[in-house]
């Protein structure tokens, strides 16, 4: 019996996984936007897919304002049975990887290639030589049910900007990931605060004349000045520019007066720099700009015009109505990479407005499984938020992520949110939360290789205690106890097994520890799994 069980075990692993070498595959796809020579793409295989059926897609959205994106995400879901798809924007790249087009700070061109990206992934769009993604990917099998996207900071603009534009052609785009995004009116230049980003002037750490228990700024302090720098080298230096005039003594001083960040866009005859469209607002309603206004300065209907490309808090609500089963979610630390407002500003702005539009799935920050997933090693410190959860200026604080010595790194975040967005997808669960990952490589393959680790007995548990934990084939295993610090505490085996079923004893009369909560953790070549025990004296 257990031989006709262990061949019926060989014939079920070689139809349900795909193990081959890890790869990668160049294209280029035809696009409007993209010139004669297409959108360079580069598309990263796994060795394993995620699922028995096939392999999830993630395609990288690269942050900043620049639009090279091949280093973006740097491969780190492949080892998690996902297929990624990084590109370079319109005229962007270099050499033998340069997208043809021209690029135009993340524009319309630049949405418009990303919509293009999409459907390649969709299926339903092919690349130069007529070969749609399965043909590329061959034998791996691509899930084009379970394509998301993944932000990286300015990366999210991208992200909600093309499902609010042109949702009804990527209507079956599963899921959004966006880390850090500065996702509404100033976050790209940090308006409300920065840690020195880009700054030409020495600001406050925060804005003064922005309320962060509010989320309302004192727009009686914008002001013009003639003489502030608005551009440095390489761009020629151009004077003349709005500021925050925190002490309305109508001069620019550095140290008290808030200085904003435009964005330059060179793509005009003359260089432009747009600040937000709050700032330029109030400046037209006071007159504050000179009746022959610098050259590099737009009026407010063309600050309008450039921001409804690049803003994606304007296409949250059409984005949902296009996509009625798109989820979302995005990622914070308390210590953002840009933004220093302790209210998360850009944060909650796309938060609240995916979860106000009604959206069946918003969540801030991943499940803690899927980051001690990702990390191999629990992490009691991750947040575990409940989707759907409403927050405002100040409740938000305590549903970041720690950063420092406690935090994650930003691939693991994201990669942890990856997971969890396209496992819900393929199970379709919607749940606010989770009582651990719901599926993976490692452990959709173990439950035919047999990996079992089994709940301690007893739990709680005063002195000793006994785990127990199960091998089909002769595997190197490893077993080891953490604090709800994730330091390691001992290491119960480390070692070659053969298959069977064992037993393991942790604790004594001598245990030096403190009551309280631990974990043990099972690796078996990939698979790793992470329970929880606790310890009464």
Known sequence: MKKIFFLAFIFITSIATQTLAQRSVETRIPSDVGGTTGLFLRIEIPTTTRYTNGAPIVIHVPGGFNGAGLGTGKGNLVPRGFIEINFNFPGSGSGSSQSGGTYDTRGEYCIKALRDIIKFALGSKLDLNGKNIDQLVDPTVPLKSNVGIAGWSNGGNATTAVAGIFGKEINSLAWIVNWESPVGDGMPGAECGSYGFQAIYTNPILNPAYNSSTGIFDTSTIAYNDTIIVSRPPTATMRGGLFFDINKNNRADVGIDFFATPIMYQSFIEPKVFYSHRMMREATRRNLIPLSPPMHMPDLNKTTEFWKWRNGEFWIDSAKQKIPSIMFLVVASDTDHVQSAPDHPHV??????????????????????????????????????????????????????????????????????????????????????????????????????????????????????????????????????????????????????????????????????????????????????????????
């Open 348 to 537: 909650l702005i796309q938060y609240e407005k995916f979860r106000s539009a009604g959206t069946r799935l918003v969540r801030l920050n991943p499940d803690r499984s899927y980051v001690e997933y990702i990390l191999g090693r629990p992490a009691p410190s991750a947040k575990d938020n409940p989707a759907l959860t409403q927050y405002d200026h100040n409740s938000i604080r305590n549903a970041v992520e720690p950063s420092g010595a406690n935090g994650f790194q930003n691939w693991v975040l994201i990669s942890a949110s990856a997971c969890e967005l396209a496992d819900r997808t393929y199970y379709n669960n919607v749940q606010p939360q989770l009582n651990g990952v719901l599926t993976s490589v490692e452990n959709e393959e173990s439950s035919l290789k047999g990996y079992s680790l089994y709940q301690n007995f007893p739990n709680p548990f005063n002195l000793v205690t006994r785990i127990k934990y199960s091998v089909l084939s002769n595997e190197y295993v490893t077993l080891k106890v953490f604090d709800v610090f994730g330091r390691e505490i001992e290491t119960l085996v480390d070692e070659m097994m053969q298959p069977g079923e064992y037993d393991v004893k942790f604790g004594n009369d001598n245990l030096e520890l403190v009551s309280g909560v631990y974990y043990y953790q099972l690796q078996v070549n990939n698979f790793v799994e992470t329970k929880k025990m606790i310890l009464l004296k």
